[in-house]
């Protein structure tokens, strides 16, 4: 009981330094690199989707597949979720 | 949950149910020009009909709305959005998932925006909110009030 | 603001390391199975969190043309914005699926023990 317990604690202990000294190497907070594709994104929203929102371009327009694919997996909860309680109703 | 709450409750949450759905509904629709779109507002009313839930009962409820019915809006929601993905074959020269709409003068939501809030534009973009927010708030009220109905009839501690 | 607390300590990223550990230990060392799916919760907020945290510049608004933005106005990044709204969808719908998987555990042993439940099917 006793051995479980500082197992578990050394490793949550070694996962958080690797998190730690990880969030202390990375970029700075408020300057990211590589904005190609997104300056390009907000340059052209309004000529070529007509929208306002960059937002809503992004996800309808602009990478609307992956919208597809979380309107699938919704669409699989909901259907899982119906069909388990289906025998308690009766 | 099976029983509803007092009468002070019940009228309060009748009088500021309709409310709450015209807010919803007007996020949905403007998502193209303001903060928003299908799933934040479809989010919104699904909060409102858990609302009218919590507080009437779900026995009541499920003798009002039966799941049948919201299983047919949510795959009306779902082929709406695909028929559209669809139609960018037909029309447009056999791309998936064109923006048909804005290339042609005269429909309905043809316009270019200028940043001045004119919902008469964006092509394709609010019908496609549209559809989503109709499978949201149908797969959201559908799983909450299936949960509600199927857990009134456990007692604690039963083996069967 | 963030230049009292130290000169180069990033904040959100410590925050987000903070909501994974936490998350982590209740998912570790608690018996009870409400508790464990509220450990879940917080580790998928917190990588929520990591992702919209990758999207900001300093002095930017957000990327809404409104009657006031010229052409030329810094902007916040839109695409991972985008990606944190799916991301937020997919733990909803995994959410629904464990608690009714629970309802069935608690209908079936009578119990939420998780060494109870072990001790059972053995």
Same mark, same amino acid.
Not at chain 1, 18 to 40: C, I, K, L, R
Not at chain 2, 10 to 19: L, R
Not at chain 3, 16 to 37: D, Q
Not at chain 3, 103 to 108: A, E, G, L, P, Q
């Given at each position: 009981?006793?051995?479980?317990?500082?197992?578990?604690?050394?490793?949550? !202990?070694?996962?958080?330094?690797?998190?730690?000294?990880?969030?202390?190497?990375?970029?700075?907070?408020?300057?990211?690199?590589?904005?190609?594709?997104?300056?390009?994104?907000?340059?052209?929203?309004?000529?070529?989707?007509? !929208?306002?929102?960059?937002?809503?371009?992004?996800?309808?327009?602009?990478?609307?597949?992956?919208?597809?694919?979380?309107?699938?997996?919704?669409?699989?909860?909901?259907?899982?979720?119906?069909?388990?309680?289906?025998?308690?109703?009766? | 949950?099976?029983?509803?709450?007092?009468?002070?409750?019940?009228?309060?949450?009748?009088?500021?149910?309709?409310?709450?759905?015209?807010?919803?509904?007007?996020?949905?629709?403007?998502?193209?020009?303001?903060?928003?779109?299908?799933?934040?507002?479809?989010? #919104?009313?699904?909060?409102?009909?858990?609302?009218? *839930? #919590?507080?009437?009962?779900?026995?009541?409820?499920?003798?009002?709305?039966?799941?049948?019915?919201?299983? #047919?809006?949510?795959?009306?929601?779902?082929?709406?959005?695909?028929?559209?993905?669809?139609?960018?074959? *037909?029309?447009?020269?056999?791309?998936?998932?064109?923006?048909?709409? *804005?290339?042609?003068?005269?429909?309905?939501?043809?316009?270019?925006?200028?940043?001045?809030?004119?919902?008469?534009?964006?092509?394709?973009?609010?019908?496609?909110?549209?559809?989503?927010?109709?499978?949201?708030?149908?797969?959201?009220?559908?799983?909450?009030?299936?949960?509600?109905?199927?857990?009134?009839? #456990?007692?604690?501690?039963?083996?069967? | 603001?963030?230049?009292?607390?130290?000169?180069?300590?990033?904040?959100?990223?410590?925050? =987000? =390391?903070?909501?994974?550990?936490?998350?982590?230990?209740?998912?570790?060392?608690? %018996?009870?199975?409400?508790?464990?799916?509220?450990?879940?919760? &917080?580790? $998928?907020?917190?990588?929520?969190?990591?992702?919209?945290?990758?999207?900001?510049? $300093?002095?930017?608004?957000?990327?809404?043309?409104?009657? $006031?933005?010229?052409?030329?106005? &810094?902007?916040?990044?839109? =695409?991972?914005?985008? &990606?944190?709204?799916?991301?937020?969808?997919?733990?909803?719908?995994? &959410?629904?699926?464990?608690?009714?998987? =629970?309802?069935?555990?608690?209908?079936?042993?009578?119990?939420?023990?998780? %060494?109870?439940?072990? $001790?059972?099917?053995?």
């Amino acid at each position: 009981m006793n051995k479980r317990i500082i197992i578990g604690g050394l490793f949550l !202990a070694v996962v958080a330094i690797f998190f730690v000294y990880g969030a202390f190497e990375m970029h700075d907070f408020g300057n990211p690199e590589s904005t190609d594709m997104d300056q390009y994104i907000i340059d052209n929203t309004q000529s070529e989707t007509g !929208a306002d929102n960059g937002v809503t371009a992004v996800v309808f327009d602009y990478r609307g597949f992956d919208t597809l694919g979380e309107a699938t997996v919704l669409f699989t909860a909901v259907a899982g979720v119906i069909v388990l309680f289906r025998r308690l109703k009766k | 949950m099976s029983a509803g709450m007092s009468k002070i409750v019940k009228t309060m949450s009748g009088v500021t149910f309709p409310f709450m759905v015209i807010f919803g509904l007007y996020v949905i629709i403007h998502g193209h020009l303001t903060p928003g779109g299908g799933f934040q507002g479809g989010a #919104i009313v699904a909060s409102a009909c858990s609302m009218v *839930l #919590i507080a009437y009962g779900s026995v009541w409820t499920m003798k009002k709305v039966k799941e049948k019915h919201l299983s #047919i809006f949510e795959s009306l929601g779902a082929l709406m959005f695909i028929s559209l993905a669809f139609f960018g074959i *037909l029309l447009a020269d056999g791309i998936f998932f064109d923006n048909f709409i *804005l290339s042609q003068t005269g429909f309905l939501f043809s316009g270019i925006g200028t940043g001045s809030g004119n919902i008469n534009t964006a092509g394709v973009i609010p019908l496609m909110n549209i559809a989503v927010g109709l499978k949201v708030i149908a797969g959201l009220f559908a799983i909450v009030l299936v949960m509600a109905y199927a857990t009134h009839k #456990i007692k604690g501690g039963s083996k069967e | 603001m963030m230049d009292i607390l130290g000169p180069h300590i990033p904040v959100p990223y410590i925050a =987000v =390391v903070g909501l994974i550990i936490i998350g982590l230990y209740a998912v570790m060392f608690k %018996r009870n199975l409400i508790k464990m799916i509220i450990g879940i919760t &917080l580790i $998928e907020s917190g990588v929520n969190l990591f992702l919209i945290t990758l999207s900001f510049r $300093e002095g930017s608004v957000a990327p809404i043309y409104t009657a $006031e933005t010229t052409p030329g106005t &810094l902007m916040s990044l839109p =695409v991972p914005q985008a &990606l944190t709204l799916t991301s937020i969808v997919i733990g909803v719908a995994v &959410l629904a699926l464990m608690l009714t998987l =629970v309802i069935h555990i608690f209908r079936h042993y009578g119990t939420l023990d998780v %060494r109870k439940i072990r $001790e059972d099917d053995n």
